[in-house]
């Protein structure tokens, strides 16, 4: 079945320094990607799409310049987190959708924690 | 009004009992609906996807799309603590570019 890899499952940072997040389709290729952000017992919210080769699209009170999203290849996305701050302290996760079966299959998550 | 409202539980059962879940959405768009398990510190995982109205069965399992109703539900038959986790709603249309669009979550807990 359809598999994302999600790197690191889990992080810790200083405060001001940038920290960035990995999502590889393993077995598919996905031609959109989706970030979201989780706080504790509260539901996904969608941070971002992107689309391979093309800029992402933000969802509103998402700071683009803050979290910076790079969908290089079909099978790899990446979050860039930049100048952490304690507030990102969240719960990040990919998607990545499968156009051959309408699937969306989720990455384990990276749990970041900035100090 | 949220897209999609789902109550957020907790919703506490014995081994052994049916336990329902249920979401109500009001975009008529919505084409697909999907349930998902996430365990604590987790990912979350896709249990069951539906395209149509009516009954979907996997295993424990049952997944009921009413769309004349704007109502979907998942059933979960002979509860084990394992299925102790929340459970997503998400719902979304056309082709996979599109974002779902989720549920809060409900925490179910499965005791022995």
Redesign the interface.
Known sequence: GAVVSQHPSWVICKSGTSVKIECRSLDFQATTMFWYRQFPKQSLMLMATSNEGSKATYEQGVEKDKFLINHASLTLSTLTVTSAHPEDSSFYICSAGNRANYGYTFGSGTRLTVV | QKEVEQDPGPLSVPEGAIVSLNCTYSNSAFQ?F?W?RQYS??????LM?TYSSGNKEDGRFTAQVDKSSKYISLFIRDSQPSDSATY?C?M?WG???N??T????T?LMVKP
Do not use: H, S, T
């Open positions: 697909y999907m998902y510190r987790k990912g979350p995982e896709l996807y997503l998400a979304g082709n996979a570019g974002m779902l989720f549920g809060g979550g925490r």
